[in-house]
């Protein structure tokens, strides 16, 4: 059983730059949730999908957008990148939107220079 | 707002020793509580979540909602409990997929 994967696993992009990660949750899972680590922190919750539709957003700037795929896969893009942005971006699925526990990808290791 | 506070960043034991990893949260309603173990070069995983009121590898986790925590505890610590363990609050309703996450325990049980 395969579990979550992401991709790429690093990246280095300059300031400015535009990023897209990618994420295909568990086969099953119709939740998809991104989250941001920076070094020394706990994970902080970025989005929510259900459904393909945007369930729930924390506290980024507009910078960041999500979306979410037939599939049930899902992307992140982060626009305009900036130095504080360099952090590992972590997916997570769950079999519903509510009252299943979340299964964490390996996450994508982001670095702006 | 939410927030989940564990105060401790290290904590070594020896082991066999009795181990508690704290955590306190803020909120206002009726969390749920969750602790998740990251292994070395492993992902992050579900370790106990308070609703199911299990055991797992030996951790229990009791939630007191008087002092708002939910200490993640051990009789008997072994050497492959040596991990990062991070405790998560939920704030209810439908949504699991938004968690508040603490800023982590690094546990090292020492042989």
């Known amino acids: 059983d395969a579990g979550v994967t992401q991709s790429p696993t690093h990246l280095i992009k300059t300031r400015g730059q535009h990023v897209t990660l990618r994420c295909s949750p568990i086969?099953?899972?119709?939740?998809v949730s991104w989250y941001q680590q920076v070094l020394g922190q706990g994970p902080q919750f970025i989005f929510q999908?259900?459904?393909?539709?945007?369930?729930g957003r924390g506290n980024f700037p507009d910078r960041f957008s999500a979306r979410q795929f037939p599939n049930y896969s899902s992307e992140l893009n982060v626009n305009a990148l900036l130095l504080g942005d360099s952090a590992l971006y972590l997916c997570?699925?769950?079999?519903?939107?509510?009252?299943?526990?979340?299964?964490f990808g390996n996450g994508t290791r982001l670095t702006v220079t | 707002a939410q927030r989940v506070t564990q105060p401790e960043k290290l904590l070594s034991v020896f082991k066999g020793a009795p181990v508690e990893l704290k955590c306190n949260y803020s909120?206002?309603?009726?969390?749920?509580l969750f602790w998740y173990v990251q292994y070395s070069r492993q992902r992050l995983q579900l370790l106990l979540r308070?609703?199911s009121r299990e055991s797992i590898k030996g951790f229990t986790a009791d939630l007191n909602k008087g002092e708002t925590s939910f200490h993640l505890k051990k009789p008997f610590a072994q050497e492959e409990d040596s991990a990062m363990y991070y405790c998560?609050?939920?704030?209810?309703?439908?949504?699991?997929?938004?968690?508040?996450f603490g800023q982590g325990t690094i546990l090292t049980v020492h042989p």
């Open positions: 997570a699925s769950s079999l519903r939107q509510g009252n299943s526990p979340l299964h």
């Open positions: 086969s099953g899972h119709k939740s």
């Open positions: 999908y259900y459904e393909k539709e945007e369930r």
């Open positions: 909120y206002s309603g009726s969390p749920e």
């Open positions: 308070h609703i």
């Open positions: 998560a609050l939920n704030a209810g309703g439908t949504s699991y997929g938004k968690l508040t």
